[in-house]
């Protein structure tokens, strides 16, 4: 799904999603190893026979503001953090109460800064009956200055591993080592044909090689966080949204 939509009242995202990967939770990217470079292969056919789960998803980006240069001058648009609260918890509006009663059973976020610790809203939203899609930021990938991953030819490894391995620390995982029930997907990259580079997918075969070795190199830097986190139990679903 490769909707931008931001508001609460936007249309529920239905997907179905079947089966259930030993390894990873559900259908999705899977790993072939967890010791070396990263293979990503898609589940499907009989691998994603064993189940089928119905996805209402709600995507939520709550700026609180009208105008494209208001919003230009928030600190930040992490919508988990405790700061914004007073939009998605009970002391305020409670917008994940509101989403749950639409009928969404998901909600998506965009924005992550891991120096934020996400306890709080992951705990609310399983509270309310919520799983949570949330993804990296683009602060790593081009927004980093200096030293995003368009500096390094594309490879973005040495940029997604520390925030990674911070969003562990904040909330992702449990004392236990395990995730976060709530969290059931986790965006590598949003929208990479857009950006990683620019027109990725329009401009000779450059472009897509490019795109693909920044998903590949982040998801890379990822896996190799979660093996020195010695993160156990059934593990996140890792995936790549395109516009």
Same mark, same amino acid.
């Given at each position: 799904?490769?909707?931008?939509?931001?508001?609460?009242?936007?249309?529920?995202?239905?997907?179905?999603?079947?089966?259930? =990967?030993?390894?990873?939770?559900?259908?999705?990217?899977?790993?072939?190893?967890?010791?070396?470079?990263?293979?990503? &292969?898609?589940?499907?056919?009989?691998?994603?026979?064993?189940?089928?789960?119905?996805?209402?998803?709600?995507?939520?980006?709550?700026?609180?503001?009208?105008?494209?240069?208001?919003?230009?001058?928030?600190?930040?648009?992490?919508?988990?953090? $405790?700061?914004?609260?007073?939009?998605?918890?009970?002391?305020?509006?409670?917008?994940?109460?509101?989403?749950?009663?639409?009928?969404?059973?998901?909600?998506?976020?965009?924005?992550?800064?891991?120096?934020? $610790?996400?306890?709080?809203?992951?705990?609310?939203?399983?509270?309310?009956?919520?799983?949570?899609?949330?993804?990296?930021?683009?602060? @790593?990938?081009?927004?980093?200055?200096?030293?995003?991953?368009?500096?390094?030819?594309? $490879?973005? !490894?040495?940029? &997604?591993?520390?925030?990674?391995?911070?969003?562990?620390?904040?909330?992702?995982?449990?004392? %236990?080592?395990?995730?976060?029930?709530?969290?059931?997907?986790?965006?590598?990259? =949003?929208?990479? %044909?857009?950006?990683?580079? @620019?027109?990725?997918?329009?401009?000779?075969?450059?472009?897509?090689?490019?795109?693909?070795?920044?998903?590949?190199?982040?998801?890379?830097?990822?896996?190799?966080?979660?093996?020195?986190?010695?993160?156990?139990?059934?593990?996140?679903?890792?995936?790549?949204? !395109?516009?």
């Amino acid at each position: 799904v490769g909707d931008e939509s931001v508001s609460t009242s936007a249309g529920l995202v239905a997907m179905a999603v079947r089966g259930a =990967n030993p390894t990873r939770g559900s259908c999705g990217l899977r790993r072939a190893s967890r010791d070396s470079r990263v293979l990503a &292969v898609l589940a499907t056919g009989a691998s994603c026979a064993h189940a089928e789960l119905l996805l209402k998803g709600v995507s939520y980006g709550p700026t609180p503001l009208k105008t494209q240069e208001g919003a230009s001058s928030l600190p930040q648009d992490d919508w988990m953090a $405790d700061d914004a609260a007073q939009m998605w918890g009970p002391a305020g509006r409670f917008d994940l109460r509101v989403i749950r009663s639409h009928g969404a059973n998901m909600v998506r976020l965009y924005g992550n800064n891991p120096d934020n $610790d996400h306890t709080n809203f992951l705990d609310t939203a399983w509270g309310e009956g919520l799983r949570v899609a949330a993804g990296m930021s683009d602060y @790593a990938y081009y927004q980093m200055h200096p030293g995003s991953c368009q500096s390094t030819d594309f $490879d973005c !490894f040495s940029q &997604v591993k520390p925030l990674y391995q911070k969003n562990l620390q904040t909330g992702f995982l449990t004392p %236990d080592r395990t995730y976060h029930p709530a969290l059931l997907y986790m965006n590598i990259l =949003n929208e990479p %044909d857009l950006k990683m580079p @620019a027109g990725a997918v329009n401009n000779g075969p450059e472009g897509p090689i490019k795109m693909c070795r920044a998903i590949l190199s982040a998801m890379d830097a990822m896996l190799d966080a979660e093996r020195e986190a010695n993160v156990a139990g059934p593990l996140l679903n890792f995936t790549a949204t !395109f516009s």
